[in-house]
């Protein structure tokens, strides 16, 4: 609750309030949100298969403007994927779920995060490499990964380390080279392509420092996607 209140974005679910009430012998606390009349870009992909790249750059780039708020107030979420970025009618993209939300500034030797959820990670297909190691000292490079991870499934309606086992994904994500893009989409912009191996690169230092600076290049990417005729289409489902 903490987490979502300190927060106030257009690209953000919003939270109104937080209570509690009981039930015979049940306290039940509750969040009231945003209602967002949409679908989330997982619904969407599994719907429709793999997008445009002017609509990936741009899904892309908004959940990137939420990110940034969710950053300057000391925020990493830690759970970026398809599912928790909803889509609502007017095509305005809003990031939900910081549940698994850290603050950066945790400097106590028993911090909340540590408390309430040492066995929760993230989503395997989605997963920084550190973050599998340590999912309690992650920043928020680890954010922009995921991230990066979205635009790959965005593209190919696939995950880019997908396979039989959490433990196999892992592994994959911190030693495997990210599969060719240009595989399922041979006429990717190479701007866009540049970007998507930029975010997920291995080593955070080799990411976008910032939500700021990836911000940067999809505007320059989407400028460049806009000016090109016809507009590039996703390829045809099997």
Known sequence: AQAVASLDHPNIVRAYDVDREVD???????????????????????????????DTADYIRQSAHGLSHAHEAGLVHRDIKPGNLLVDTEGVVKILDLGLARFFEENDENPITLRHDEKVLGTADYLAPEQALDSHQVDARADIYSLGCTLYRLLTDRAAFASDSVVKTLLAHRIEPI????????????????????????LPDERYQSANELIHD???????????????TPVSRQ
Do not use: N, W
């Not at 599969?179 to 291995?202: C, G, N, S, V």
């Not at 999809?218 to 590039?232: F, M, N």
């Open 24 to 54: 015979g012998t049940t306290e039940i606390h509750f969040l009231v949100m945003e209602y967002v009349e949409g679908h989330s870009l997982q619904d969407l992909i599994v719907d429709d298969g793999p997008r445009s790249y002017r």
């Open 179 to 202: 599969p060719a893009i240009r595989e399922d989409r041979p006429d990717a912009p190479e701007k866009l392509e540049r970007i998507l191996y930029k975010m997920m690169a291995k």
């Open 218 to 232: 999809l505007q320059v990417c989407l400028a460049d996607i806009k000016s090109r005729a016809p507009t590039a």
